[in-house]
């Protein structure tokens, strides 16, 4: 059985929506007038929130995966497909780029499990891996700022998706780090405390997306420095990348806000 929002009456106190909950038949599911469930609805609206949480954990848990087991690490890469699948979810919508998306994501995901299970093909996975992630987090990072040049109001989820997209242009320029560093590895010039840890998969991917969170922010700890002229290419062109974001995004976003409240003072001038 659905109900629709337009076929409840209006509930104005907590208790009056327990109430209302508690005479709903078993099995009803509640509909908006668009024939969307509510609880879709609120995810929905809450998409880069729940991103945001995906990513955050995945940064946590990729350094400490290096001191693992074996059988653990397969938790690791099975985090690692949660975020790319919720990057998947969340910032595609249009069928078109779900389809392109997943013509990305599925070579990633498949040479992230290569490189795990065979050990003859880790070096030719990891390549084909940081290629793909490289072109599909790009791909993300693009669809994030064409949507919120096109919003019309601000909301929290906008701003959080603004950040989303921040860090995943980190992730895509780390994973352009780390291929030149397969292909070219005196590309960087790394001190003894890292560079020894780089023969590791997990590390590496961390180190390189540590360097390039850095390189966006204009930090730079020189721990990790491009020496190779391609590595410096990419560099500076993440540095003008990451201010130019900074600057354009944070520009949008406050415009948006301040064409809010004046449609509010002035509801006659639309």
């Given at each position: 059985?659905?109900?629709?929002?337009?076929?409840?009456?209006?509930?104005?106190?907590?208790?009056?929506?327990?109430?209302?909950?508690?005479?709903?038949?078993?099995?009803?599911?509640?509909?908006?007038?668009?024939?969307?469930?509510?609880?879709?609805?609120?995810?929905?609206?809450?998409?880069?929130?729940?991103?945001?949480?995906?990513?955050?954990?995945?940064a946590v848990m990729e350094p400490?995966?290096?001191?693992?087991?074996?059988?653990?690490?397969?938790?690791?890469?099975?985090?690692?497909?949660?975020?790319?699948?919720?990057?998947?979810?969340?910032?595609?919508?249009?069928?078109?780029?779900?389809?392109?998306?997943?013509?990305?994501?599925?070579?990633?995901?498949?040479s992230n499990i290569v490189h795990?299970?065979?050990?003859?093909?880790?070096?030719?996975?990891?390549?084909?891996?940081?290629?793909?992630?490289?072109?599909?987090?790009?791909?993300?990072?693009?669809?994030?700022?064409?949507?919120?040049?096109?919003?019309?109001?601000?909301?929290?989820?906008?701003?959080?998706?603004?950040?989303?997209?921040?860090?995943?242009?980190?992730?895509?320029?780390?994973?352009?780090?780390?291929?030149?560093?397969?292909?070219?590895?005196?590309?960087?010039?790394?001190?003894?405390?890292?560079?020894?840890?780089?023969?590791?998969?997990?590390?590496?991917?961390?180190?390189?997306?540590?360097?390039?969170?850095?390189?966006?922010?204009?930090?730079?700890?020189?721990?990790?420095?491009?020496?190779?002229?391609?590595?410096?290419?990419?560099?500076?062109?993440?540095?003008?990348?990451?201010?130019f974001y900074i600057a354009v995004?944070?520009?949008?976003?406050?415009?948006?806000?301040?064409?809010?409240?004046?449609?509010?003072?002035?509801?006659?001038?639309?």
């Open positions: 059985m659905v109900l629709r929002n337009r076929d409840i009456p209006l509930v104005t106190s907590l208790s009056g929506f327990r109430a209302l909950n508690l005479a709903l038949p078993p099995g009803c599911i509640i509909k908006d007038a668009q024939g969307e469930p509510c609880a879709m609805r609120g995810v929905r609206e809450r998409k880069y929130l729940l991103l945001l949480a995906a990513l955050l954990v995945a400490l995966v290096a001191d693992w087991s074996e059988h653990t690490r397969i938790i690791a890469a099975v985090t690692v497909s949660i975020v790319n699948l919720s990057v998947l979810l969340v910032v595609f919508g249009q069928r078109w780029q779900r389809w392109l998306a997943v013509f990305l994501l599925a070579p990633a995901l498949a795990e299970a065979l050990s003859n093909w880790t070096e030719i996975a990891a390549i084909v891996y940081h290629c793909f992630a490289f072109v599909f987090l790009g791909f993300a990072v693009a669809v994030i700022l064409k949507r919120i040049f096109h919003q019309e109001t601000i909301r929290t989820d906008t701003v959080i998706g603004a950040l989303c997209g921040y860090l995943l242009a980190a992730g895509t320029w780390g994973n352009a780090y780390a291929l030149i560093h397969l292909l070219r590895p005196d590309s960087f010039w790394v001190t003894d405390g890292i560079a020894e840890r780089l023969g590791d998969w997990y590390l590496r991917r961390f180190f390189f997306g540590y360097f390039s969170v850095t390189t966006l922010t204009s930090l730079g700890y020189g721990d990790i420095t491009p020496i190779g002229t391609l590595a410096l290419s990419l560099s500076w062109l993440e540095v003008v990348f990451g201010q995004v944070v520009a949008q976003l406050v415009g948006l806000r301040l064409a809010e409240l004046l449609r509010r003072e002035r509801p006659d001038s639309e």
